[in-house]
């Protein structure tokens, strides 16, 4: 059994170790503040309705990109082939240059948001944020859905997160 804290909580370490067997595929989420581009690397995103299509993604209350989403009202989402590792990397670290984040990194601007999507990512989505809930140190943004799009429809591999590794997951 694992051990608790007087207040009843799970130790943050065991949590994370714990939920670190959960694999989970990788997105970048991307917003525009003030026409500047904003994004972050996110794996904690789910489909939650189909009628209406509402995504959600949960923002660290902590980092830039919380004010951005929540100011701008629409972001992006852009599902990562395994191929694209280390456009993973550069978005989850903090402190990197706003101004420069995407130099080198193929995005098209999606057709009603304008938010970046990233080129050969499996999948995109743009969002009108729908409802945010408290989460914690996070905050939850529901969005529904106002456009998507596919890859290439060839087999890749999706980027997945287990055990804080990324690691490759086979298509078909």
Same mark, same amino acid.
């Given at each position: 059994m694992s051990s608790t804290e007087s207040s009843g909580s799970v130790p943050p370490a065991e949590f994370? &170790? &714990?939920l670190g067997q959960f694999a989970s595929g990788i997105t970048i989420m991307s917003t525009l503040?003030?026409?500047v581009a904003h994004a972050m690397t996110a794996n904690a995103f789910t489909s939650v309705s189909l009628d209406p299509p509402l995504v959600l993604v949960c923002v660290d209350k902590g980092v830039r990109m919380h004010s951005a989403v929540l100011d701008c009202g629409y972001w992006a989402v852009s599902v990562l082939s395994g191929a694209q590792r280390e456009i993973a990397d550069r978005f989850a670290r903090s402190g990197r240059d706003l101004y420069s984040q995407f130099d080198g990194i193929g995005t098209a601007a999606g057709?009603?948001?304008g938010c970046p999507t990233v080129d050969g990512a499996l999948s995109? #989505?743009?969002c009108r944020t729908w409802a945010t809930y408290d989460g914690g140190d996070h905050t939850i943004v529901v969005g529904e859905? #106002?456009?998507l799009g596919t890859g290439d429809p060839g087999d890749p591999s999706a980027l997945i997160y287990h055990s804080s590794h990324y690691r490759e997951l086979p298509g078909n």
């Amino acid at each position: 059994m694992s051990s608790t804290e007087s207040s009843g909580s799970v130790p943050p370490a065991e949590f994370r &170790a &714990a939920l670190g067997q959960f694999a989970s595929g990788i997105t970048i989420m991307s917003t525009l503040q003030d026409g500047v581009a904003h994004a972050m690397t996110a794996n904690a995103f789910t489909s939650v309705s189909l009628d209406p299509p509402l995504v959600l993604v949960c923002v660290d209350k902590g980092v830039r990109m919380h004010s951005a989403v929540l100011d701008c009202g629409y972001w992006a989402v852009s599902v990562l082939s395994g191929a694209q590792r280390e456009i993973a990397d550069r978005f989850a670290r903090s402190g990197r240059d706003l101004y420069s984040q995407f130099d080198g990194i193929g995005t098209a601007a999606g057709p009603k948001t304008g938010c970046p999507t990233v080129d050969g990512a499996l999948s995109w #989505l743009e969002c009108r944020t729908w409802a945010t809930y408290d989460g914690g140190d996070h905050t939850i943004v529901v969005g529904e859905v #106002l456009s998507l799009g596919t890859g290439d429809p060839g087999d890749p591999s999706a980027l997945i997160y287990h055990s804080s590794h990324y690691r490759e997951l086979p298509g078909n």
